[in-house]
């Protein structure tokens, strides 16, 4: 899988940009990256859903979690489990998938839109298996009939992120293999879209390089039909 630092380095290499006071900062170019990545995505899976996606455009967080008794915007009763954190914004294409973040359950954790989690639990032969979804504060939410989810710490969540360097800062890491810098962390994207990713960054920054001058002494736009 190719990294942040690759991506970057690709980048100011094709733009002949190497000196120390370029006008083109590593995290503009990381923003830029993170932006092109998810339309290339949509543009790629969103027409088609049942199309197979590779396991390097998802990414893989931890979240903690808490013991709530309600869920914001949602009639129920009884106990809850909610994630500490909000949950970066999911694109709506592949599969989302949840797995508990301590080794002694082993049970099941099934993902189900926000409408369908109301009428979750009610079936006495499907007692252990969680349910989650994501409530209307970006947390995700979990029930079970089984009691003993409530003793869940934390869960992992893997999908398709709108925005992978937010995403970056949550993934599941070690402590011994924890990457502070983001230019040393995996860029989550499909290696047969990386050449398209790139071009797309350069031709968004290759304008600013030689902008043309309007230095006709006249009242109006000379650039407007310029691309920029």
Known sequence: MVKYKEIVSAVLDLLKVTSDDSIFTEEHIIYLAGIIRSLLLKQRYYSD???SIPESNYQTICLDLEKVEKIDGIP??????????????LI??????IF?????????????????FKYTGNN???????????????KIYLKSENPQ?????????????????EASDLECKNNDDALCDIMDRDFP?????????????????????????DITNNAKDDLSGVSK
């Not at 709506?92 to 998938?97: E, S």
Request: hydrophobic share 35%; aromatic share 10%; charged share 20%.
């Open 49 to 51: 859903l049942k199309k």
């Open 76 to 89: 129920c009763k009884g106990y809850y489990l909610r994630t500490t954190k909000e949950v970066p914004n």
């Open 92 to 97: 709506p294409i592949g599969i989302v998938k």
């Open 100 to 116: 508990p973040g301590d080794n002694y359950y082993d049970g099941e954790i099934s993902f189900v839109s926000s409408q369908r």
């Open 124 to 138: 006495k032969w499907l007692n252990n298996i969680i349910y989650a979804t994501i409530g209307p504060n970006k």
């Open 149 to 165: 989810f409530l003793y869940l710490q934390k869960i992992e969540l893997c999908g398709i992120f709108e925005n992978a360097a």
């Open 189 to 213: 994207i499909e290696d047969s879209l990386v050449s398209t990713l790139i071009d797309q960054i350069i031709k968004s920054l290759s304008p600013s390089i030689a902008a043309p001058e």
